[in-house]
């Protein structure tokens, strides 16, 4: 590790002190078989922190043929679900003991802040043990009352599943993945994004220590090109999962098509937030201010675009700008921090050319935004915008996966639900209001998966949480729903 960072845990220290940061592939640690890796860095400070093993086609080959191993002999599919729910639990203890290792790990791999990197380890406590309980609880067998005949239906995992994960909340998105896959008793392969690998290797070590069957949890690090790739291809997966970018998620749909691989996309986002005149406008102001600078705005069901009452327009606006230009931007690792870096400076730079190109078709800056400086750190920084104008600017109509929020203006209820829905993408809006009959009536007319109500970001366990059109397809995550998908169903039947 090449990072200078002061007051990191021992146990960070011993991690990231390793040559080469090797994943556990059915239960060992694994190497690329042509030798090669690559590095990821600490985004605030631009140092290296781990060399990383760049896994090949063949490689990927080995770790499916590990996961159908461990399917198939480990006993991890057959066994009873309570006795599968006592080791997801092990699991679930081992993490939320070193939820501050974790944390750690995670803010200098993702550029979070530590408060917000031990929140996403935590909830990847929650879902494993929600999961856990409820596989327990459902009945396998069921009984069809059918004129005639003897008839039942049988649910079963399916076999080994592939994962590929983004860079925005690398861990629990692991956890949103590949918990309920387990829980059902299937076992997963895990592509971590090439970003933040490592809170992926961390934890197939922790599995092994806690006596997950090896092969069940297998790490495959890389690059989306190579290992991605290998991976959304395989035709050895019995279900694949993709949480990222839409242009990726379309390739990778592509290659389960050609291979008749059921697939979850979970992709982008252009959320809006609908603010009407009832409102307590310092009240929403702060939490919207607070959404899109929480984690640099790299979060994909962020309230982007802010449709706002024209009654309070103007009181909402200059409220909003006092606090975004309030936002204490510096190094993640720093507590006084309130924004830390963008992940590299590939997004950086995406961030910067949107305010560009949305000043070029016309749209005001209200708070300029551009590059920051962090004092002592060469990272990826950038100042929060905002910005006005129509909702055909590109800066309206483009995910730019930044702290930057485009305001424009209505007057009717309906004209605001027009506009939430003038987009190709479908994630997650919100709608601001004091009168709750209208905010339920409005949020069930938001054309997303999912809509929320005097409040952005919601995720308690059991609400499905997924996309349509261009964010997502194939049935979400995080509720009941999302056990079923990972059992495949038998039909069996006999004449009376
Ligand atoms: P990305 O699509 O660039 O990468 C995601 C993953 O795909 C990475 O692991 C990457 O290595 C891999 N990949 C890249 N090229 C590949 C290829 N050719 N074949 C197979 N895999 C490949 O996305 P990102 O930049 O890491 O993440 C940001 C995107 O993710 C945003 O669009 C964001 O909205 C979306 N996202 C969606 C959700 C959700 O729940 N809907 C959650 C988080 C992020």
Redesign the pocket.
């Known amino acids: 590790m090449a990072t200078v960072v002061s007051n990191l845990l021992p146990e960070v220290d011993t991690f990231l002190e390793k040559s080469l940061q090797r994943p556990l592939v059915g239960g060992k640690e694994a190497e690329a078989s042509d030798g090669s890796t690559f590095e990821t860095h600490d985004p605030g400070s631009g140092d290296i922190l781990a060399t990383v093993p760049n896994f090949t086609a063949k490689d990927v080959d080995a770790a499916v043929a590990a996961a159908q191993k461990a399917f198939d002999k480990s006993g991890w599919a057959t066994m009873a679900p309570n006795e599968r729910g006592v080791l997801l639990h092990r699991l679930a203890d081992a993490v939320e003991k070193r939820i501050p290792i974790i944390g750690q790990i995670e803010a200098l791999d993702a550029g979070k802040l530590e408060p917000h990197a031990q929140g996403d380890v935590a909830n990847f406590v929650a879902t494993i043990r929600y999961f856990a309980e409820m596989a327990q609880h459902i009945a396998r067998r069921n009984a069809l009352a059918v004129k005639g005949h003897e008839a039942w239906t049988m649910r079963h995992p399916w076999g080994p599943c592939g994962f ?6 690398p861990f629990l ?1 692991i956890g949103w993945g590949i918990s309920p896959a387990l829980a059902a008793g299937n076992s997963v392969v895990i ?5 933040t690998p490592l809170s992926a290797i961390y934890l197939s070590h922790l599995a092994k220590e806690v006596g997950i069957p090896d092969g069940v949890i297998n790490v495959v690090t890389g ?3 190579k290992t ?2 290998a ?2 291809q395989h035709k050895g997966f019995k279900r694949m999962g ?8 379309r ?2 749909g592509e290659a389960c098509g050609k291979n008749l691989i059921p697939v979850k996309l ?4 252009k959320g809006a937030a609908v603010v009407f005149e009832d409102v307590d406008v310092c009240d929403t102001a702060a939490k919207l201010v607070g959404a899109i600078t929480f984690h640099s705005g790299q979060v ?2 962020d309230a982007t675009r802010w449709l706002v009452h024209k009654n309070v327009y103007n009181d909402f606006v200059s409220e909003c700008s006092k606090l975004i230009k309030q936002v204490n931007v510096g190094y993640q690792m720093d507590g006084t921090t309130q924004m830390g870096p963008v992940v590299n400076e590939k997004q950086r730079k995406r961030v910067l050319s949107y305010l560009e190109k949305g000043v070029k078709e016309g749209a005001k800056m209200i708070v300029q935004g551009g590059p920051a400086e962090v004092s002592g750190k060469t990272g990826h920084y950038v100042k929060p915008a905002l910005m006005e104008g129509t909702l055909e600017n590109v800066a309206a109509k483009e ?1 730019i ?1 930044g702290p930057v929020a485009y305001l424009a203006k209505f007057d009717s209820e309906d004209q605001a639900i027009a506009m939430v829905n003038s987009t190709d993408y479908g ?1 997650a809006n919100s709608v601001w209001s004091t009168d709750l009959n209208r905010c339920s009536r409005v949020a069930e007319q938001m054309r997303a998966g999912n809509s929320w109500i005097n409040a952005h970001n919601l995720f308690p366990h059991g609400v499905p ?1 997924g ?1 349509i059109g261009k ?2 397809l194939g049935g979400g ?1 995080n509720s009941p729903e999302t056990l079923f998908d990972y059992w495949r169903s038998v039909s069996c039947v006999r004449p009376l």
Do not use: R
């Open positions: 590929i994960f983004p860079w925005n909340f998105l592509k971590p994004a090439e970003d690059t989306g090109e991605g790739a991976v959304s993709f949480t990222g970018s839409p242009e990726v998620g390739m990778v979970e992709l982008g986002g994909c069901c995910e996966f994630l949480y996309g964010s997502g995550v």
